[in-house]
């Protein structure tokens, strides 16, 4: 009988593809790995967002309404400017005039 140790029992061939193999495992493993974590913090984050919608805080459809009302309130406002400049306008024609007479 033969006392040979593995190495010299398997192919070369054998062992290397079993080193392929144990390297695409880790690989494999540590994208895996790599995932589980961006899951996790996924998940913290999604956990974050629940609790802050269970706690009534605004959400899409109340920051579209909030974003309308600022809009019309915006409108309003450029229509009020516009009223005093024509008022200014009229009022510095009103001054010229006086001075010219």
């Given at each position: 009988m033969s006392t040979s140790g593995p190495e010299e029992q398997g192919s070369p061939d054998g062992w290397e593809r079993l080193e392929a193999s144990v390297e695409a495992l880790l690989s494999r493993n540590d994208a895996l790995v790599e995932r589980a974590r961006a899951a996790e913090a996924r998940i913290v984050e999604l956990e974050w967002e629940l609790e802050e919608a269970r706690s009534g805080a605004v959400g899409a459809g109340e920051l579209q309404s909030e974003l309308?009302?600022?809009?019309?309130?915006n409108r309003l406002l450029e229509d009020r400017m516009a009223e005093g400049r024509a008022r200014v306008r009229q009022i510095a024609d009103r001054l010229r005039l006086a001075r010219e007479g």
């Open positions: 309308e009302h600022l809009r019309g309130r």
